[in-house]
C-alpha cells in the first residue's frame, strides 16, 4: 500500500461497510482541509462562462432542465495538482471497493458544480433500473464554514413507498456522500450563498460486441 492508501484506509472501510449495510455513506471531514481548498481554487479559476448549464439525462441526449437543476458544472481532469489529486482518491476508493464488495467498478467521471443562491437540483435518481450505466455516486463539498440557516442541503430518501427522508446533509467542506445511484432519490434544496461540489459516477463496464461504453 502506499501512503495515500494507507492514509485513507480508515475511511474506505467506513464507506464499504456502510454501503454494504444501507447502501449510502455519509462521511464529514473525509478530505484534507489543504485539498478541498485547493479544489475550491481550481473551481473558482474558471470563468463564469466555463461553467455550463448542467443537462438532465444521458449525455447523447443532452437537455438543459432549468425547471429541475440550475447548477453549473465544468467536468474534472488532471490539469490541476488538486484535480489530480481528486481523481487519485477517487482511483483508490474505486479499487478498495472492488476488492471489499466485488463492485466491479470500470470507470470513473466527476464534475465541479457551482449552484447560485437560490439555485436547486428537483428529486432525482442518478440512474435508472436495468441500465447499468451509472452504478455508484460521490459527491464531495467545498464549501467552508456552512452555517445551518444557510440551506443548501442534500436531502436522501428511500426508494421504497411510502417514501422516507433518510437524511439531510450540510455542504461543509471535507463531507463525502457515497450511495448506490440506482437506490436513493435526492434533491438539493436552494441556499442562500454560493455552494460549491463536485459530484462524481463509478460506472460498470457494459461493452457488447464491439461497442465500449463507457469509453475505455
Ligand atoms: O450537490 C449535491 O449535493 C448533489 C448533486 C447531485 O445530486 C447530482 O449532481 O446528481
Ligand atoms: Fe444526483
Request: net charge negative; with cysteine; proline share 4%.
Amino acid at each position: 500500500m502506499d501512503d495515500f492508501s494507507v492514509k485513507f484506509a480508515r475511511l474506505f472501510d467506513l464507506i464499504a461497510n456502510d454501503i454494504k449495510t444501507c447502501g449510502y455513506s455519509v462521511q464529514t471531514g473525509a478530505l484534507p482541509v489543504e485539498l478541498t481548498e485547493a479544489l475550491l481554487t481550481s473551481l473558482l479559476t474558471f470563468q463564469s462562462g466555463q461553467l455550463k448549464p448542467a443537462g438532465v439525462g444521458r449525455a447523447d441526449q443532452h437537455i438543459s432542465n432549468a425547471a429541475i437543476r440550475r447548477d453549473t458544472i465544468a467536468w474534472i481532469d488532471s490539469s490541476t495538482g488538486a484535480q489530480g489529486e481528486w481523481l487519485k482518491f477517487s482511483g483508490q476508493l474505486q479499487q478498495h471497493l472492488n476488492r471489499t464488495l466485488m463492485l466491479g467498478l470500470f470507470s470513473f467521471e466527476s464534475h465541479f458544480a457551482h449552484y447560485a443562491p437560490g439555485a436547486f437540483y428537483k428529486t432525482h435518481v442518478d440512474a435508472f433500473k436495468g441500465q447499468a450505466n451509472r452504478v455508484l455516486s460521490v459527491v464531495l463539498y467545498l464549501n467552508e464554514n456552512w452555517r445551518l440557516e444557510e440551506g443548501g442541503e442534500m436531502v436522501l430518501y428511500s426508494d421504497a413507498q411510502p417514501v422516507q427522508t433518510l437524511c439531510n446533509i450540510v455542504p461543509q467542506a471535507g463531507t463525502l456522500v457515497v450511495f448506490l445511484s440506482e437506490d436513493f432519490p435526492h434533491e438539493v434544496l436552494p441556499a442562500t450563498r454560493d455552494r460549491y461540489s463536485i459530484a462524481g459516477w463509478y460506472r460498470v463496464n457494459t461493452s457488447t460486441s464491439g461497442r465500449v461504453d463507457p469509453p475505455a
